[in-house]
Nanobody
Framework: QVQLVESGGGLVQAGGSLRLSCAAAGRTFSRYAMGWFRQAPGKEREFVAAISWTGAMTGYKHSVKGRFTISRDNAKNTVYLQMNNLKPEDTAVYYC???????????????WGQGTQVTVSS
């Protein structure tokens, strides 16, 4: 497994932007597919975005397409989530996760970070 630490969350007004980072410990980061998930109070954890280990494949939750961009830098062992035009409904704890192959299914990710809070005010 790989250890993951998220950063970059915070409070932002609607229409604003944030960039989340997820730093991975371990020399095999480039072999993992990565994903971002989120969990709002009282709701199930849900898929947001995923990226293959090469970065060639990406996928997004429908409601964030065109606003969020997932990317990775394997040399820095880091995956990013650029979030633009944020909406109050994007408020949640955001988690990054690592899995063995590209997927958008939560059950396919085996390593998880502790999460970072994103709050979007209206």
């Amino acid at each position: 497994q790989v250890q993951l630490v998220e950063s970059g969350g915070g409070l932002v007004q609607a229409g604003g932007s944030l960039r989340l980072s997820c730093a991975a410990a371990g020399r095999t980061f480039s072999r993992y597919a990565m994903g971002w998930f989120r969990q709002a109070p009282g709701k199930e954890r849900e898929f947001v975005a995923a990226i293959s280990w090469t970065g060639a494949m990406t996928g997004y939750k429908h409601s964030v397409k065109g606003r969020f961009t997932i990317s990775r830098d394997n040399a820095k062992n880091t995956v990013y989530l650029q979030m633009n035009n944020l909406k109050p409904e994007d408020t949640a704890v955001y988690y990054c996760a690592a899995g063995g192959s590209y997927s958008t299914r939560i059950q396919d990710f085996t390593s998880w970070g502790q999460g970072t809070q994103v709050t979007v005010s209206s």
